[in-house]
Nanobody, 127 residues
């Protein structure tokens, strides 16, 4: 049974940082692509950042490049999202998702491609 459990969300002020964690179980962690997606109220779910655990390649949406960093710990079957210089527009529920095979580069941030999902963690950025 696949389980993805997120933690680390919270409420911060603009410019502050948060670190999200996702603990995975029930999957061959080192061959999956795992990453972070988010959904703000009234908006579609969007890809934030993913990592291909087979080769370590990482993918980011443009609006978070230079501010967010995805990383992994294969020994713990976990991935992390370090979010710095947070902005109000980063406010959303953040979901961890996993998929064993991604065939096209453009699909690495496409939520419709990912088959396994966590329950989400709220991130609120507000002054």
């Amino acid at each position: 049974q696949v389980q993805l459990v997120e933690s680390g969300g919270g409420s911060v002020q603009p410019g502050e940082s948060l670190r999200l964690s996702c603990a995975a179980s029930g999957i061959a962690f080192d061959v999956y692509t795992i990453g972070w997606f988010r959904q703000a109220p009234g908006k579609k779910r969007e890809g934030v950042s993913t990592i291909n655990n087979k080769d370590g390649s990482t993918y980011y949406r443009d609006s978070v490049k230079g501010r967010f960093t995805i990383s992994r710990d294969n020994a713990k079957n976990a991935i992390y999202l370090q979010m710095n210089n947070l902005k109000p527009e980063d406010t959303a529920i953040y979901y961890c998702a996993a998929e064993p095979k991604i065939y096209y580069t453009e699909d690495y941030l496409h939520p419709g491609v990912f088959g396994f999902w966590g329950q989400g963690t709220q991130v609120t950025v507000s002054s």
